[in-house]
């Protein structure tokens, strides 16, 4: 098996916003290989939406601040790269999606990113209506961004960044605004995405539970550090208490689990998913 | 008390936002409301302070119709913090932002700074005080803009998806004072789509579907029936779906918090472990 090629590398990566007394992000070494799909996760603060601006150039070239390190994204020096290259690039859906949507009209704010990329009608066309189905919002393209709900905005900035055909899509924090049922379809409609085209996803989350049966790969920050990497369901075993120190979201299941563990009253490996709980208990209780 | 009686809201689109709701508030109560994207939820925390007037029917804030009084006079009592915490902030510093509507309110300046440091304290904000509103992260601007509605003490607090933006340990911290307000004898009403926040708070749960409510309960009843979750287009919290596995072991179905899990397994689990102990 040839391994996937990498599509972001951060070296020693580090960001100062201007006037800030301390760095946003530092010492950041990642690497990112194509169609993964990776949970970024962190305390409020720690430095998530700082490291995706980043990576879609917003960060250097949108907000002042003092750079250090290196950073490739799909080939390119984001330092040198214009946005413009970098956005059909990077999808990026913001932590607030009503920032993100201006036009008249859903349909047309769909169809804004493709349009500017000079492509035929039919391009578009087929580009914004393929986006719609994806995140559920055909039926709403005649309406404008101000009539929408919270859940409804997200859903088609979403959509706005699908008919970019990006290799990277960045979801800030995007279940939110949505409602559990249409955060599952999302999650499930981004890994659609990276299994068939091989995007590579990285969902920014505080509820682990919402993207562990998508996500592999965990990163966790604080501090605007990388403070574990790794594969989602062994960090959550063998990093626990560390995780949830931090404030991180930790699954029920995997918190129960060790709560019983610490109790003596089971051992193992603590699992990220209810129906591994589930096996598990039913198997001890019924000896 | 606030009221709802036979509240339906058309917005000027045409497009009929809430149907014949009816509802009450009073002091001391905790209530979630949940639904799906486009339930109506939103539509429905602003006929609370008077942002909206129904189309039908009408909203009573302790008495008053709230069509007959303006949302300036509505505010003392009923504060509402939005779904999208940058509709709310405009001050040059987080501690300006929070005293804002204190001073509005004419409250001395005593009064003002002991209420700024108290809910900056308590919504871990403090070493922001001097910052920029706009210069914070996602949800530390959720928080400065519930510690800006918060440090007024409203009778009423309506919280729109207040969870948004924060980890689980500024949730607990939440957590907190939402509990501390609702047992002073304040009424907190929070929409959320954050069921484990909801399965371990515990407020009385309103479902709103299509403008409608479908369903209301306490949180372990509606939350770990399939039907009422399903069509509110949620997903039962992870301890309800592990318990529905478990009932064949005598365990009750309806558990959706994590410390009453853990308190059911221990006893169930103890059972078990004893007699194999005996036994090797
Ligand atoms: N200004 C407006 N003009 C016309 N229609 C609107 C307006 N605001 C909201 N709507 C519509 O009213 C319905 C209810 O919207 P509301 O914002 O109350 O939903 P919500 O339950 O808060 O959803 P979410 O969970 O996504 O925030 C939606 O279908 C929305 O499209
Ligand atoms: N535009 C900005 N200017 C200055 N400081 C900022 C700006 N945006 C964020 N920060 C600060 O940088 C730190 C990291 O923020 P952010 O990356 O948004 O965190 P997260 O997304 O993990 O919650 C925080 O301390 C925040 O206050
Ligand atoms: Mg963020
Ligand atoms: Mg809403």
Redesign the pocket.
């Known amino acids: 098996m040839s391994r996937a090629r990498e599509i972001i590398v951060a070296k020693n990566l580090g960001f100062n916003?201007?006037?800030?007394k301390?760095p946003?992000?530092q010492g950041v070494n990642l690497s990112i290989s194509e169609d993964e799909f990776i949970l970024l996760t962190?305390?409020?603060?720690?430095?998530?939406?700082?490291?995706?601006?980043c990576l879609n150039g917003l960060i250097p070239n949108f907000?002042q601040?003092e750079w250090t390190g290196e950073l490739m994204v799909d080939g390119l020096d984001v330092t040198t790269q214009p946005t413009s290259e970098l956005s059909r690039r990077v999808g990026y859906v913001f932590?607030n999606p009503e920032n993100q949507l201006f036009a008249l009209t859903v349909e047309k704010d769909i169809a804004f990113g493709p349009e500017n990329l000079g492509f035929s009608r039919d391009e578009i066309r087929e580009r914004v209506d393929v986006a719609m189905k994806i995140t559920g919002t055909s039926a709403l393209k005649e309406l404008a961004p101000y009539e929408l709900s919270g859940g409804q905005q997200q859903r088609v900035a979403l959509a706005g960044v699908l008919a970019m055909k990006p290799s990277v899509i960045v979801l800030?924090?995007p279940t939110s605004f949505l409602d559990p049922h249409t955060a599952e379809e999302v999650m499930r409609a981004a890994d659609d995405l990276r299994r068939e085209l091989g995007l590579t996803i990285v969902v920014?989350e505080h509820r682990l539970d919402l993207v562990a049966r998508y996500a592999e790969r965990i990163v966790v920050?604080d501090g605007?550090k990388i403070v574990a990497d790794g594969n989602l369901g062994q960090v959550l075993d063998e990093q626990f208490d560390m995780l949830e120190g931090l404030g991180v979201g930790v699954p029920r299941v995997s918190l129960l689990w060790s709560m019983l563990r610490r109790d003596g009253l089971v051992s193992g490996k603590v699992p990220t998913h209810v129906e591994d709980a589930a096996s598990a208990l039913s198997g001890m209780m019924s000896d | 008390m606030i009221t709802l009686e036979h509240v339906s809201f058309r917005y000027s689109s045409g497009y009929l936002a809430l149907h014949e709701i009816d509802l009450s508030i009073q002091g001391g109560d905790f209530v979630a409301i949940m639904g799906e994207n486009g339930a109506g939820k939103t539509t429905l925390a602003k006929h609370l302070n008077g942002l909206l007037k129904p189309s039908q029917g009408r909203v009573l804030v302790d008495g008053e119709d709230t069509r007959k009084v303006s949302v300036a006079h509505l505010a003392r009592k009923v504060g509402l913090v939005f779904q999208n915490p940058d509709h709310l902030l405009f001050s040059e510093t987080v501690k300006d932002e929070v005293a804002f509507g204190l001073k509005n309110f004419g409250f001395s300046p005593e009064v003002v700074e002991k209420q700024v440091g108290r809910t900056l304290e308590a919504l871990g904000l403090a070493e922001?005080a001097d910052?920029?509103p706009?210069?914070?992260?996602?949800?530390?601007r959720k928080r400065v803009a519930l510690a800006s509605i918060l440090a007024s003490e409203p009778d009423y607090l309506i919280l729109d998806e207040p969870t948004i933006?924060q980890d689980y340990q500024q949730k607990e911290r939440l957590r907190n004072f939402i509990l501390q307000l609702y047992s002073q004898g304040k009424a907190v009403v929070m929409i959320t789509h954050d069921v484990e926040f909801v399965a371990e708070s515990n407020p009385k749960v309103i479902l709103l579907s299509k403008g409608q409510i479908v369903g209301k309960g306490s949180a372990d009843s509606v939350l770990s029936r399939d039907e009422m979750v399903n069509r509110a287009s949620l997903v039962k919290p992870q301890m309800s779906r592990l318990f529905g596995e478990l009932t064949k072991y005598g365990l009750p179905r309806d558990v959706v918090d994590v410390h009453r899990a853990r308190i059911l397994l221990e006893d169930k689990l103890g059972e078990v472990k004893a007699p194999v102990a005996q036994n090797p």
């Not at chain 2, 706009?134 to 530390?140: K, R």
């Open positions: 916003y201007a006037g800030a301390k946003a992000i962190g305390p409020s603060g720690c430095g998530k939406t700082s490291l995706c601006r907000y601040g932590q800030d924090e920014v920050m605007g | 922001y910052k920029s706009f210069l914070l992260s996602g949800g530390e933006g």
